[in-house]
């Protein structure tokens, strides 16, 4: 299939360490309809870009709640969060503390040694 045929999705992804100035990069993915922003951002990392900052666990299982992040401004697992082949702005959680890129420290406080 000629690659001009393949349906892609652009993922708008927020960039950067807690020390560094955060800017976002565009990735453009193959899309197939039921694919989920974390198929895709796992996509980016084994064929575009692996120093990309992402975390999960169970994939698709919605168990682990380790895959949380901002999708188009919405907290999602982006686990069960659809892609579409609109544009898609993914961002790490607002409200915790930023390790890097969408990676965000999660634990609750008394979980912490
Ligand atoms: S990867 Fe486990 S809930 Fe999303």
Not at 12 to 37: K, L, W
């Amino acid at each position: 299939m000629a690659d001009a045929a393949i349906k892609k999705a652009t993922l708008h992804v927020r960039r950067g360490a807690p020390a560094e100035a955060a800017h976002y990069d565009d990735f453009a993915v193959p899309y197939e309809d039921g694919m989920s922003v974390l198929d895709a951002l796992r996509w980016i990392r084994i064929h575009l870009d692996s120093t990309l900052a992402i975390r999960y666990s169970c994939i698709n299982a919605n168990a682990c709640k380790t895959c949380m992040a901002l999708v188009n401004g919405e907290v999602e697992y982006t686990c069960i969060a659809k892609l579409t082949p609109e544009l898609t702005t993914v961002e790490p959680l607002p409200k915790r503390p930023l390790i890097r890129d969408l990676v965000t420290d999660i634990l609750p406080e008394d979980e912490k040694f």
